[in-house]
């Protein structure tokens, strides 16, 4: 099987941090013979709070939550106020300059397009 | 540094190790008992998904926040009953991608409903409800009867 984007992985050694400063989003990812597409749970973060960045086939997407106006004493507390931070590792026939990113309601998608040359193509016989 | 690490959701509760297994009644007796935080983190073994809520409280109102990525405003219904704010809802799953092999698929789609019990009396025509962010915010206004109140004594 070939390489997906899925190989994840945690923080690198190189920028290492303390392991609560981050939480995992939640994401489905799809392949279709275009590309892939990665859904990432991530509320709280407007599109200013992205940032999205490439390392060779490594993607990471960190999203940094909007700080919310303080509204008093707080009763009952579920949810985690720390930033959002995970890593993938590409398939390396992803066309790296045509990532796109969109952000709606919480959910940023990624379209990560494979380049021209890997996809299927049917070629017609004269 | 390719090591790869199997990826553990950092907010989800730890399943019970097998020692503790061994006290599953105790478990069981404590998911009675236990107060609402306890139990509401107990339940998301039973249920698909549990949108994480927050409650705050200042004097004139009561806040309720909810993450709830990637919904439509209209598929969420809240509901006053009783003193308690229900909150319920469906996210429903598109099937956006034709053809698609699915790789990974960790967020939930469907239903889900949580209630929260008010601690205080709330008017409930002026409940107002915002959702920004995948992050549903209901504001609460207390009561005229449920505000505290400073009492003069007029010593004559």
């Not at chain 1, 190989?7 to 190189?14: A, D, L, M, S």
């Not at chain 1, 045509?98 to 709606?104: E, L, N």
């Not at chain 2, 967020?107 to 409800?129: E, I, N």
Request: glycine share 6%; proline share 7%; hydrophobic share 30%.
């Amino acid at each position: 099987m070939k390489a997906t984007i899925q190989k994840e992985q945690r923080v690198g050694p190189e920028h290492q941090r303390p392991e609560t400063e981050f939480v995992s989003p939640e994401v489905n990812i799809f392949e279709t013979k275009d590309g892939y597409m990665l859904e990432a749970e991530m509320p709280g973060v407007k599109k200013e709070g992205l940032e999205i960045t490439l390392d060779g086939n490594e993607l990471t997407i960190v999203g940094r939550r909007e700080p919310e106006p303080p509204c008093g004493d707080l009763l009952f507390r579920e949810r985690n106020v720390a930033d959002y931070r995970r890593t993938f590792e590409l398939d390396p026939a992803i066309d790296t300059t045509r990532v796109s990113a969109k952000m709606d309601q919480g959910v940023l998608t990624l379209t990560l397009p494979k380049s021209e040359r890997v996809k299927p193509r049917r070629i017609t016989v004269d | 540094m390719n090591n790869l690490i199997r990826w553990n959701r950092p907010t989800m509760p730890a399943w019970p190790t097998f020692g503790r297994l061994t006290n599953l009644r105790d478990e069981i007796d404590r998911l009675f008992e236990s107060p609402l935080a306890e139990l509401a983190r107990t339940s998301q073994l039973f249920s698909g998904w549990t949108p994480p809520i927050d409650v705050y409280e200042d004097k004139d109102n009561l806040y309720v926040k909810l993450e709830l990525p990637g919904m439509k405003k209209e598929d969420i219904e809240l509901s006053l009953h009783d003193g308690s704010l229900s909150i319920s809802g469906e996210r429903k799953s598109e099937n956006k991608y034709e053809g698609a092999d699915m790789h990974r698929s960790e967020r939930f789609f469907g239903r889900f409903q949580r209630t929260v019990s008010l601690p205080t009396p709330v008017a409930t025509d002026k409940v107002k409800a915002q959702y920004k962010e995948g992050i549903l915010s209901v504001t609460l206004p207390k009561t005229e009867e449920a505000k505290p109140k400073q009492i003069e004594v007029n010593v004559g």
